[in-house]
């Protein structure tokens, strides 16, 4: 069985987007009301633009299911772009007045060429939506092992919600978020979102955000602090980083770590013998400053990433730049595009922070099937409840 792992393809312009699972166990049920529900979900938020009213994204099987189940095979699947012109020349001009903060100028140079349109058609957050679509593949696995994922907007420019999410609260944040034109489950501060993006679309300008996800239902040891390559948060990170538009990725309370003394930082373990059947397995603690990993491993604490989306780089009113063919002092070109897409991206990181889970989870668990995969876990989840383990020479010395 070879590593869960995806690989995604398809120009922001082309036929469509196609992306392929491999190692993906056999017998999960692939839900793809809920697949085409997140894919909705990401095209949605306020301030995105025309390009939404185009497409209508939705995920088609090409290989690795059947009657609606995994089967084990690698699993494709396409998701068609109704705005697929990238042969025709006249609606799809070269771009040669590099945007800054775009991938344009670096790539054009990279492929040795003035047009930067090659460039940006793979660069594009259309790429998204096949992200979501193996996120929301592996957050139907995850389901069968009892671990959900959650994501909202924390704040676009100055307006910041303060929201607490909890284990016990999620699903109701979710409500609230789902009734949130930014996706931000406040209901006050969505309206000072909005505003903040109307009045960028009238300067024509473009406003980024924070988002955070929360993954509920880890029992501890989800990762490895054995290689680094291994570690679960640097997975995430790893992940983040990779959706378009992000700048930075914090766990649990990220960056403020460094402002404070260790008895302010580190989360104090007490065990409670009532709570042994949760995910912590009974090790309580009174905060989750950590974000749920310790070591680069789960810890039994909901797994808590922050996530930083710059600005769009595409603005309406330019910013100073040049023709990449005469070196001239030009105005950066303008394609079609989004005041604010940060409500979408808290969709992407979603999902995205799920499959890195669901990726540790199939190396600590294993299987080729679900049946195999959900025994090795509880199989586990006994042994760790067992601790100390009779007799102790049964632990590593
Ligand atoms: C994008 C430009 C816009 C965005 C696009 C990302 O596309 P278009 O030029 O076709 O209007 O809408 O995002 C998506 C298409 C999407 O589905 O998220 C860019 O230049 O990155």
Known sequence: MPPLNYQTAGESHGASLVVMLTGVPAGFSLDIDFINAELSRRQGGYGRGG???????????????RR????????TMRIVNNDSRLDDLQKTPPVYRPRPGHAD???SIK????????????????????RVAAGAVARCLLRELGIEAFGFVRSILDAATTAEVRGDNWQHMRKLRDESETYCPDAKVTERQCEIIRRAKIDKDTVG????????GCPPGIGSSMDWTTKLDAR?????????AFKAVEIGLGKECAARVGSAVHDAIRFDATKVDTPNLGFVRDSNNAGGTEGGMT???????RGTMKPIATLLRGMASVD???????????ERSDVCAVSAASVVMENAVAFEVARCAMEKFGGDSMVELRQNFENYLRLARMLPLDPPSMTIA
Request: glycine letters at 8%; one cysteine or more; a negative charge.
């Open 51 to 65: 390009r939404q009213r185009i497409e209508q994204d939705r995920v088609e099987f090409l290989t690795g299911v």
């Open 68 to 75: 609606g189940k995994a089967i084990g095979a690698p699993l």
């Open 105 to 107: 100028l670096a790539g």
């Open 111 to 130: 492929w040795l060429t003035t047009d930067c349109r090659e460039t940006l058609e793979r660069a594009s957050a259309r790429e998204t939506a096949s």
């Open 209 to 216: 955000g924070l988002v955070e996800a929360h993954v509920f």
């Open 236 to 244: 995430i990170a790893y992940a983040v980083m990779g959706i378009q």
């Open 299 to 305: 810890n039994g604490q909901p797994v808590v990433v």
């Open 324 to 334: 990449l063919n005469t070196k001239a002092p030009e105005h950066s070109a303008y």
